[in-house]
Structure formats: structure tokens, C-alpha cells
């Protein structure tokens, strides 16, 4: 019987990107609207990716096999 090929989290896959060096990077949310009420580096800080925490990156990573 043929070993079963494990499915990628196809929420994470559209959210996260699998960097050459092997970190996992995302753009944080949450920028694009009220932007009134947040302050100048606030929303400066939100427009640069972000990288996940080492701490979790083997629980994200799990969810993007195929990548």
C-alpha cells in the first residue's frame, strides 16, 4: 500500500514563506485600517516582515511540509 503524502496547511502556506536560510517569515497584520488612533512607529513597524519565534518555528514548519 502506498505511504499517504501528508498535506500542507494550505491557511499557513498563504500566510508564511519558508526563507533560504530556513526561518519563517510573515507580514504582520492588522496595518491597514485605524490607522488614526496607532502611532508613527507602530504602523512603520508593522509594514517590515516579521520572523517567527526559534521557540516555535518547528511547530510552524510542521504545517508547510511541501515547502
Known sequence: MAKLKMKTNR???KRLK???SGK???TKGGVSHYNTKKSSKRKRQGKKPQYVPECIEHR???L???T
Open 11 to 13: 491557511t499557513a502556506a
Open 18 to 20: 519558508i526563507t533560504a
Open 24 to 26: 519563517v517569515k510573515y
Open 60 to 62: 510552524v514548519k510542521a
Open 64 to 66: 508547510l511540509p511541501n
